[in-house]
């Protein structure tokens, strides 16, 4: 009896052991099944949104509102793979931990706008210097040090973003300059070395930030008079700033269509010579460019 009691115990404890394992792994099966459907159904989801949305897309700005979005799209997506860097994505300058409202969300320029820009400048890029205010995650400094400039330059005041661009930059192939400098710092703090011909912006700040950035890249050309040329994108608050700044010219506008949005970009030119120099921009490169006399 008490030998039969303890084999049947056994054998039940067994079969109950048995019990639990097969129930766990069927548990296992059926939230492994669960989570598949749950992650096919979130897919699905964003499938249909995206078809939506591209719908949306289409019916408020047309076929070739589309196609020419596509184009932004192909692009940006061209050069990441191309120069295995990874820039995308927008960040507020809340979640980046600043309150001063005159700095600018990061959002990156598109490449076939910085590529657009830099091919309309007449310098010989090997003894160039071009320097991006609020370079972010990189993008244009990147697009920049895969040409042969002689010296590239960011200035970022998010050493979030910093770290980003400085990881892309260790990473990216075709790089064709040799010296790519990062720097963390509030652009009013910078002084412009004296061998800086390019200046890019992609609407880093306005108001009184901005204001004191262009007084210090004057003070640099005062210091050492040169061939300067500005690039910047979306400059209703640049024109507004440099409105008596003599020693500054535009010489170049385009406008672009993003969304809803109509984009500008305006070439400038410090001022000695800048007919002669206004001259020497390359026509055939000049998709929607406009010459701007002044
Ligand atoms: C519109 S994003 C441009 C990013 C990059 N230049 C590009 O073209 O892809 C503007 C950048 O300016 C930076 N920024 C804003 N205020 C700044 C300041 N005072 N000094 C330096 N960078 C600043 C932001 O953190 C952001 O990364």
Same mark, same amino acid.
């Given at each position: 009896m008490h030998k039969w009691y303890h084999i049947a115990s056994r054998d039940i404890d067994s079969s109950v052991r048995q019990g639990r394992k097969s129930m766990a792994v069927s548990w296992r099966n059926s939230s492994n099944l669960i989570q598949?459907?749950?992650t096919q159904a979130v897919a699905m989801n964003?499938? %249909?949104q995206k078809i939506r949305?591209?719908?949306?897309f289409v019916r408020r700005f047309g076929v070739l509102g589309f196609?020419?979005?596509l184009r932004y799209r192909m692009a940006?997506?061209?050069?990441e793979r191309r120069l295995g860097v990874e820039t995308a994505g927008r960040h507020t300058v809340k979640d980046l931990g600043f309150a001063n409202a005159e700095f600018m969300d990061y959002d990156p320029i598109w490449y076939r706008e910085i590529y657009s820009a830099l091919n309309k400048i007449p310098l010989d890029k090997s003894t160039s210097t071009f320097l991006d205010y609020g370079s972010g995650k990189g993008r244009a400094v990147i697009a920049a040090a895969a040409l042969p400039f002689k010296r590239v330059i960011g200035i970022e005041i998010s050493d979030r973003l910093l770290a980003i661009a400085q990881k892309n930059l260790d990473?990216?192939?075709h790089k064709r300059c040799k010296r790519v400098e990062l720097l963390l710092i509030d652009a009013t703090?910078?002084? %412009?070395?004296g061998d800086v011909n390019l200046i890019y912006f992609y609407n880093p700040?306005?108001?009184q930030v901005l204001q004191t950035v262009i007084n210090n890249i004057y003070d640099s050309y005062k210091q050492s008079p040169r061939e300067m040329y500005i690039v910047f994108v979306n400059n209703h608050h640049f024109e507004n700033a440099i409105k008596n700044q003599p020693w500054l010219t535009r010489i170049e506008q385009r406008t672009f269509h993003h969304y809803d949005y109509d984009h500008s970009c305006g070439i400038y030119v410090t001022k000695a010579s800048c007919s002669q120099k206004a001259r020497r921009l390359d026509p055939a490169s000049a998709e929607g460019w406009e010459r701007v006399t002044e």
């Amino acid at each position: 009896m008490h030998k039969w009691y303890h084999i049947a115990s056994r054998d039940i404890d067994s079969s109950v052991r048995q019990g639990r394992k097969s129930m766990a792994v069927s548990w296992r099966n059926s939230s492994n099944l669960i989570q598949y459907g749950q992650t096919q159904a979130v897919a699905m989801n964003r499938a %249909v949104q995206k078809i939506r949305s591209t719908i949306s897309f289409v019916r408020r700005f047309g076929v070739l509102g589309f196609l020419e979005e596509l184009r932004y799209r192909m692009a940006d997506l061209y050069y990441e793979r191309r120069l295995g860097v990874e820039t995308a994505g927008r960040h507020t300058v809340k979640d980046l931990g600043f309150a001063n409202a005159e700095f600018m969300d990061y959002d990156p320029i598109w490449y076939r706008e910085i590529y657009s820009a830099l091919n309309k400048i007449p310098l010989d890029k090997s003894t160039s210097t071009f320097l991006d205010y609020g370079s972010g995650k990189g993008r244009a400094v990147i697009a920049a040090a895969a040409l042969p400039f002689k010296r590239v330059i960011g200035i970022e005041i998010s050493d979030r973003l910093l770290a980003i661009a400085q990881k892309n930059l260790d990473t990216m192939r075709h790089k064709r300059c040799k010296r790519v400098e990062l720097l963390l710092i509030d652009a009013t703090q910078y002084v %412009v070395p004296g061998d800086v011909n390019l200046i890019y912006f992609y609407n880093p700040f306005a108001g009184q930030v901005l204001q004191t950035v262009i007084n210090n890249i004057y003070d640099s050309y005062k210091q050492s008079p040169r061939e300067m040329y500005i690039v910047f994108v979306n400059n209703h608050h640049f024109e507004n700033a440099i409105k008596n700044q003599p020693w500054l010219t535009r010489i170049e506008q385009r406008t672009f269509h993003h969304y809803d949005y109509d984009h500008s970009c305006g070439i400038y030119v410090t001022k000695a010579s800048c007919s002669q120099k206004a001259r020497r921009l390359d026509p055939a490169s000049a998709e929607g460019w406009e010459r701007v006399t002044e």
